[in-house]
Nanobody, 115 residues
Framework: QVQLAESGGGLVQPGGSLRLSCVAS????????MGWYRQAPGKERESVAT???????KYADSVKGRFTISRDNAKNTVFLQMNSLRPEDAATYYC?????????WGQGTQVTVSS
């Protein structure tokens, strides 16, 4: 069973940075697209950034130029470097990976942006 373990969330001041990590385990096979979604209270879950197995990345317009997604295939890990954080970036961030047509989700890590 594929399991995802996220880390790196926390409290940061506006303009600050955080780096989220997500390690996928439980499979001997490589993963397809990996990504990050977020959900703020009272809002729907939204895609933040995704990265294909080949390294092609896509970003939500709201984070372009501030967030960078990357992956380490050898370690089955996906990262999200978040810079210039804004209060509206505060949310629970979820890692997701795909494999053989299925999607797996992490439990989420909380990001709070406040002075």
């Amino acid at each position: 069973q594929v399991q995802l373990a996220e880390s790196g969330g926390g409290l940061v001041q506006p303009g600050g940075s955080l780096r989220l990590s997500c390690v996928a385990s439980g499979s001997r096979y490589s993963f397809g697209t990996m990504g990050w979604y977020r959900q703020a209270p009272g809002k729907e879950r939204e895609s933040v950034a995704t990265i294909s197995s080949g390294g092609t990345s896509k970003y939500a317009d709201s984070v372009k130029g501030r967030f960078t997604i990357s992956r380490d295939n050898a370690k089955n890990t996906v990262f999200l470097q978040m810079n210039s954080l804004r209060p509206e970036d505060a949310a629970t961030y979820y890692c997701t990976v795909t494999q053989f047509g299925g999607s797996y989700w992490g439990q989420g890590t909380q990001v709070t942006v406040s002075s």
